[in-house]
Nanobody, 116 residues
Framework: QVRFVESGGGLVHAGGSLRLSCTGP????????MGWYRQAPGKQRELVAQIAALNGSAEIVDSVKGRFTISRDDAKSTVYLQMNSLKPDDTAVYLC?????????WGQGTQVTVSS
């Protein structure tokens, strides 16, 4: 069973920072476009950022652009989401996704709560 595991969530005050990490099997990670999604209560899951394999091309959604950064360390099979200037609206469960050869692998999610 393929597992991706997130870590780094928690409770932070508005304006604070967190760094999320997601690690998974090397043979999947190396070729996968890695993405961070989030799902707030009562809302649909939304893509926050993604980063391609090989060339590391990254995309960030407008709502977090300038505050969040996605990066990957292929030697550690880990993708990161650096979140700065956090807002209460960023409160959600954050999930990592590995997309490769038409398959999607998900982590279990990590809770991020931003207090005002």
């Amino acid at each position: 069973q393929v597992r991706f595991v997130e870590s780094g969530g928690g409770l932070v005050h508005a304006g604070g920072s967190l760094r999320l990490s997601c690690t998974g099997p090397e043979h999947i990670f190396a070729f996968a476009t890695m993405g961070w999604y989030r799902q707030a209560p009562g809302k649909q899951r939304e893509l926050v950022a993604q980063i391609a394999a090989l060339n590391g091309s990254a995309e960030i959604v407008d709502s977090v652009k300038g505050r969040f950064t996605i990066s990957r360390d292929d030697a550690k099979s880990t993708v990161y989401l650096q979140m700065n200037s956090l807002k209460p609206d960023d409160t959600a469960v954050y999930l990592c996704n590995a997309h490769v050869l038409g398959y999607d692998y998900w982590g279990q999610g990590t809770q991020v709560t931003v207090s005002s």
